[in-house]
Nanobody, 123 residues
Framework: QVQLVESGGGSVQSGGSLKLSCVASGYTSRVNVMAWFRQAPGKKREGVAQIKSDGSTTYADSVKGRFTISQDNAKNTLYLQMDSLKAEDTAMYYC?????????????????RGQGTQVTVSS
C-alpha cells in the first residue's frame, strides 16, 4: 500500500501563490506516476497535473503556465507550485499515485489518493 498526506492548502487572494506538498510512504518504490486532482463543490473531480517516474509532466489547459508539478524522490514528496491563482482554482486538491501508468486525466485510474487539502482563492 501507498499512503499519501497532503499539506500546504489555505486561503489566498487572487493573483497570489501557494505550494502544496504530498508526502508518500509505504511501497513508494513501486509508484510510476503521481498526479494532482481537484474538486470544487458541485463539480466533478478534474486532473490538474501529472508527473511520471521519467520526469515527464502533463498539465490541464486551465493551469498551464501558472502551476508547476515537481517531485523530490529523496524525500518521497510531490509538490504543486501554484502561481497567479484565480477564484476558479478554489477546490479541494488531492494527491494521487499509481503503480502502473495512471489514466490521465481520469481520477479513477490512480490506485492511491490522499485526504486532500483545501485551497480557497478570493477575488
Amino acid at each position: 500500500q501507498v499512503q499519501l498526506v497532503e499539506s500546504g492548502g489555505g486561503s489566498v487572494q487572487s493573483g497570489g501563490s501557494l505550494k502544496l506538498s504530498c508526502v508518500a510512504s509505504g511501497y513508494t518504490s513501486r509508484v510510476n506516476v503521481m498526479a494532482w486532482f481537484r474538486q470544487a463543490p458541485g463539480k466533478k473531480r478534474e486532473g490538474v497535473a501529472q508527473i511520471k517516474s521519467d520526469g515527464s509532466t502533463t498539465y490541464a489547459d486551465s493551469v498551464k503556465g501558472r502551476f508547476t508539478i515537481s517531485q523530490d524522490n529523496a524525500k518521497n514528496t510531490l509538490y504543486l507550485q501554484m502561481d497567479s491563482l484565480k477564484a476558479e482554482d478554489t477546490a479541494m486538491y488531492y494527491c494521487t499515485a499509481d503503480e502502473f501508468g495512471g489514466d490521465w486525466p481520469h481520477p479513477g485510474g490512480y490506485n492511491h489518493r490522499g485526504q486532500g487539502t483545501q485551497v480557497t482563492v478570493s477575488s
